[in-house]
């Protein structure tokens, strides 16, 4: 019996060409640069969070400074903020007794923090007991 003729089989190649190569460098560092973007564009937006919160804080702070609540505007700056406080007040007639005196005096405080060109804004509204004048005795001349 004839044995048939052995024939070299096709061997796989032993490695990538440089081609292959080019083009995995070349997805590699599209990836590697779409990365790194996404990073400093997260580190960006905490430094933003951050400088927001701040602002914030403050503007807080400001609010709850004003104790006995008196018209006028204040302005500083501490850091890098800039701000400025209003106080006004608010009539409200619903808090007035019929024929009486006001029992309480509303007013409006708002606090306004600016740093570059990014602000934050905040109000409240606070009562106080309205200031208890006894009625002058009959015969004084008024005020």
Do not use: N
Request: glycine content about 8%.
């Amino acid at each position: 019996m004839s044995r048939p003729a052995c024939r070299p089989q096709p061997t796989a190649p032993g490695g990538f060409t440089l081609l292959e190569v080019l083009v995995a460098l070349a997805i590699l560092s599209v990836a590697v640069v779409a990365s790194i973007q996404g990073f400093a564009q997260g580190l960006r937006l905490l430094k933003l969070a951050g400088d927001h919160q701040d602002a914030t804080l403050l503007a807080d702070q400001k609010l709850r400074e004003v104790v006995t609540p008196a018209e006028g505007r204040e302005q500083g700056a501490e850091g890098p903020y800039r701000w400025e406080r209003t106080v006004k007040r608010v009539e409200a007639p619903e808090l007035t007794p019929p024929g009486g005196l006001p029992v309480w005096q509303v007013w409006q405080i708002e606090v306004r923090v600016q740093w570059g060109s990014r602000q934050v804004e905040l109000a409240t509204l606070r009562t106080v007991a309205a200031e208890r004048r006894s009625p002058a005795p009959p015969g004084t001349p008024a005020r």
